[in-house]
């Protein structure tokens, strides 16, 4: 298979979970900043101009995170990166979700690409405090899901993968995270995946 991704970005989840399951593929950069996602070729494989990618054996390309996590998750079953329970599924979804859609989509969004909210200069810092707040709330609502476990399903899930690099960001950013999202993030720091990811992308673990 074929993955393409940018170190540090929403991809280093798929990234994780490429490792977790033993998958075999080839990494392929796309430098957002220089504009690789917008070139031709690449548009070509995915024509949204997102990132990740992934290309499978038989040459098919699935986009988005949540359907390449999922698609991970069931054609590597005895990996037990989904519930095998309709409900349980279901509950990995819905977090997944919130983590991809809401922290990152609506939150981490605002924050990163403020320019494209509004094309006034001065609204810049309302973005911003938007976009912080809605981090904030989303991490309270998972802070809830993870009383009392040590992963968002009580084992590690596709998730978890999803959580973690919103919570990679807060850290880098020094933006506070709740103790029980605090203590996720250590723990996904010592998964060997992770650690092994976070190296291959270039940062100090």
Known sequence: MKFYMTPGSCSTGIHILLEEVGAVFE???????????????????????????LVRNDGTAITE???IA??????????????TD???????????NHAV????????T?????????????DHDAVQARGRQIVADGFAVMDGLLAGREYLAGTFSIADAALFYTEFWADRLKLPLPPNCAAHFRRMLA????????REEGYRV
Do not use: C
Request: avoid cysteine.
């Open 27 to 53: 990494a392929y950069i796309v430098n957002l900043p220089a504009g690789d996602h917008l070139k031709p070729d690449y548009l070509a494989i995915n024509p949204k101009g997102t990132i990740p990618t």
């Open 65 to 67: 995170f949540q359907a």
């Open 70 to 83: 999922w698609w991970l998750a069931r054609q590597y079953p005895r990996r037990g990166l989904l519930p």
């Open 86 to 96: 309709a409900e349980g599924e279901v509950r990995v979804l819905e977090a997944m």
């Open 101 to 108: 859609g809401t922290i990152h989509g609506q939150g981490f």
């Open 110 to 122: 605002r924050i990163f690409t403020t320019a494209s909210f509004t094309p006034n200069p001065a």
């Open 191 to 198: 998964r060997p995946a992770v650690s092994q990811v976070l």
